[in-house]
Each structure stands twice: as structure tokens, then as C-alpha cells.
């Protein structure tokens, strides 16, 4: 779970919290260049992106992450750039801030390819508000499937009793996967069931 910068700075020591602030900082400075920066330099702000975990610890690392995300409020191509650069830690903390961060369906490609993958962190945080904001039927269809398939709890989908409401298409395929679940002798998922049941259209075998 994401936590404010107020209640970050209670939970962090003194060095962490002056390192939060020094990051910050940057991030406020980046957002206010108009100047285009020099081809090979990395910005301040996106040095401490990537050292958030060591700086602040792993259990703070999203939030410190997403804090300088919509601090420095980089544009799409500089989003889509620090997506494919990070690691997962930090591809993660760009899914998780693109709902602040992107108003439109520009930044769709990174929810794509977060959805390609079958890290469960990644899915989790691709399947967020912005998600649900912007994600076509079918695609947002795929990924609640993609959620049942892989463990990812459904509580991680933004929305999603407003988006799966009277979705007939879904809950056809819901129960296509729990026949073929049932017929492979395995265990269908309890949050098919919760799914299916919101749809409006739950199966009578279910």
C-alpha cells in the first residue's frame, strides 16, 4: 500500500527522511526545467528513483518511488524510458503512478507490456485505476483472466465491479476457463466465482 509523504516522513529515520527531502527536491527542480538536458546526462531525481530501496528500505521503496514520479511529473516519452530502463522494482512504481501521471491513454503500452509478463508485483500494479480508466473491453477482459491465471488477487483490479457489471462477455469467459479448469482435474479459483458473481451472470454449475 502507497503512503503519503507525511506518513512516510513518521515511519523513516532521520537520515532517510533527509534523504527523502534532498530526492524531492530534485524531483520539484526537474518539473520546473524547460531546458532540454545534455543526451548522456541522468537527472539527479531519477538517480535517487533507482535508490530508493537502499535510501529508505525496500518496504518504503513504491511510495518513494511514486512520490518523485508525480514530483518530477516526467513526460511520456521520459515515463515509457524510465519504464524500460528499470528494473521490476521500479517498473512497478511507474504502473502504480500512472494514474496521477497520464490523463489520457498515452502510457497504455507500459500496462501492455506489464501484462505480457508473469511477475505477479507488475500485474498487480498494471491492473490499477488507470487501467480501468483506459484499458479497451477486451483488453481489460484478458488481463482479470490474466489475474485468476497467474494468483494475482482480484481486490488488485481498480474498478472492477463497475467494469465487470452486466459484462456478459466476460462471464462467458470466466466459465469457459472454469469448465476447462474442472476438466484438467484442478481447483477453480474462489475469485472466479466473486467475478463471475458480479457480472450479473453467474453460471448454475458456479
Not at 532517510?16 to 541522468?42: G, Y
Not at 533507482?50 to 514520479?69: F, K, N, T, Y
Not at 515509457?80 to 502510457?107: F, K, N, T
Not at 481489460?140 to 491465471?149: D, I
Amino acid at each position: 500500500m502507497l503512503t503519503s509523504r507525511t506518513e512516510l516522513a513518521a515511519q523513516l529515520d532521520a537520515a532517510a527522511r533527509d534523504w527523502l527531502d534532498q530526492a524531492l527536491a530534485e524531483a520539484a527542480r526537474a518539473a520546473q526545467t524547460t531546458a532540454a538536458p545534455s543526451p548522456n546526462a541522468v537527472p539527479a531525481w531519477e538517480l535517487r528513483f533507482a535508490a530508493a530501496g537502499r535510501a529508505c528500505g525496500q518496504e518504503h521503496a513504491d511510495s518513494v518511488r511514486v512520490l518523485l514520479l508525480i514530483g518530477a511529473r516526467p513526460g511520456p516519452a521520459d515515463l515509457a524510458r524510465i519504464y524500460h530502463q528499470g528494473a521490476a522494482a521500479e517498473r512497478r512504481a511507474v504502473l502504480l503512478a500512472l494514474h496521477p501521471l497520464s490523463d489520457g491513454p498515452a502510457a497504455l503500452p507500459l500496462v501492455e507490456d506489464a501484462l505480457r509478463t508473469h511477475d505477479t508485483r507488475l500485474l498487480a500494479a498494471a491492473v490499477g485505476p488507470y487501467a480501468a480508466a483506459h484499458l479497451d473491453p477486451h483488453a481489460w477482459r484478458h488481463a482479470v483472466l490474466k489475474c485468476l491465471f497467474t494468483g494475482v488477487p482480484v481486490d488488485a483490479v481498480a474498478d472492477l465491479s463497475r467494469r465487470a457489471r452486466g459484462d456478459g462477455e466476460l462471464a462467458r469467459m470466466l466459465a469457459d476457463y472454469a469448465a476447462e479448469r474442472t476438466a484438467a482435474g484442478r481447483d477453480v479459483p474462489p475469485d472466479l466465482h466473486r467475478v463471475l458473481t458480479l457480472t450479473g451472470e453467474q453460471s448454475e454449475e458456479s
